[in-house]
């Protein structure tokens, strides 16, 4: 295996850019580069971020005494394109103008897709991503509402899903081709997937909330409530939205999405931090139970990623529910910084091909 490359890894968030490089078969460098509130609140639209998250990333690069110079290749976190399936892509016009379009959502990361690309054109090295949000390999039963006007959306954290699967498939010894597993990424946002032969054929809609409440998002909510609570005249439309995502969950119930206070409440005796931080774990186990259906009851492993597999009482109230299914297997972290490296690395050493961004790709 090929490791003597030196690889730009950027992950815009709405806080903060992170900012890493990989070099000879390690993270040499894993920077957060944190954005006080007021500073972003200076740029009107994501797109004014642009020179401020580039300088971001410059910066971190100098301060660690690496150049662009230096560099084989940049990876950066995936942004709001287009529906497709998983896989490596090389960033693209095409991709840069979906993203632009805001068809497909705004996020600080759509802005870090075009420093990328536009850094690799200066420097003449490819500019990769993997596993968009966006990326959707659902099956035709999972689009399914309910309601004809309304299908059911993929978009959640597929660049962990993936690489928490892929690692967990190497501890069994198996291929991800062959394997059935349930990943439920738990972090500000939760997701929970199927993946079966290779492809996430059902998961819910993280990005809207959908599913599990988590620290920030509402999850699914009771239909009628729902839709009285949008005609009570009491909120507008952008205040709802914020409710379903941002102002929603932990935050809603609790006033606090951090749940190293949480559980310091629990154990002080905060009969309701416990009772709702319960209910989320009892929502999470809902979901993964849900899912044994989709694979038919063949699952090879249960896996638990994201930041909140850190959290003992989370935890341990998911394993007394969850335990019977599967073995259950931990990848704390987001993880997102290692998978874009690992990601660059398989394409350097032709273990995966790229993957083909077509603008006739439906939304």
Known sequence: MNNDKNILIINPGSTSTKVGIFS????????????????????????DQYDYRKDAIL????????????MDAIACRGGNVRPLPGGIYRICPKMIADMKSGVYGAHPINVGG????????QFNIPVLTADPPMTDELCPSARYSGIPQIARQSSFHALNQKATARRIVAQLGRKYDDISLIVAHLGGGISVGAH???????????????????PERAGSLPAGDLVKMCFSGERSKEQMLKLLTGGGGLYAYLGTTDAVEIEKRIAGGDEQAAEVYEAMAYQVAKEIGALTTVLEGTIDAIALTGSLVHSKVLLDSLLKKISFIAPVLLNPGENEMEALADAAMRYFNKEEELSVYRQELSA
Do not use: C, P, Y
Not at 59 to 70: A, D, L, Q, Y
Not at 114 to 121: E, H, I, P, Q, R
């Open 114 to 121: 075009l420093v990328a690309f536009d850094l690799g054109n």
């Open 24 to 47: 000879d078969g390690e993270m040499k460098v894993n920077v957060s580069a944190k954005h006080a509130d007021q500073e972003i609140r200076k740029f009107a639209t994501i797109w």
């Open 59 to 70: 910066r971190v690069m100098k301060e660690s005494n690496f150049s662009m110079g230096e």
């Open 196 to 214: 079966k032969n290779g492809k996430i054929v059902d998961v819910n809609n993280a990005l809207d909330g959908d599913g599990a409440f988590s």
